[in-house]
């Protein structure tokens, strides 16, 4: 393996008021409403996308990338 495929660790640091201001918009998202086609042919569907962003809110831990 040479340098270029080496995996170097890092630490991410975010501040709390970061995470903070994400939630926030969030949670103010102004949803549009579902396309009328199902599924993908016309992007990623409304449903998937708020279940993306709550979990992001809700149950994603950040808490390590806190503590960079």
Known sequence: MNS???IEPF???IE???L???KRRLADTRWPESAPVPGWEQGVPLQE???LCAYWSNSYDCGGARRG
Do not use: E, P, V, Y
Request: glycine share 0%.
């Open 4 to 6: 270029i495929d080496a």
């Open 11 to 13: 630490k991410l640091s």
């Open 16 to 18: 709390d008021a970061a």
């Open 20 to 22: 903070t201001d994400l």
């Open 49 to 51: 996308l708020q279940k």
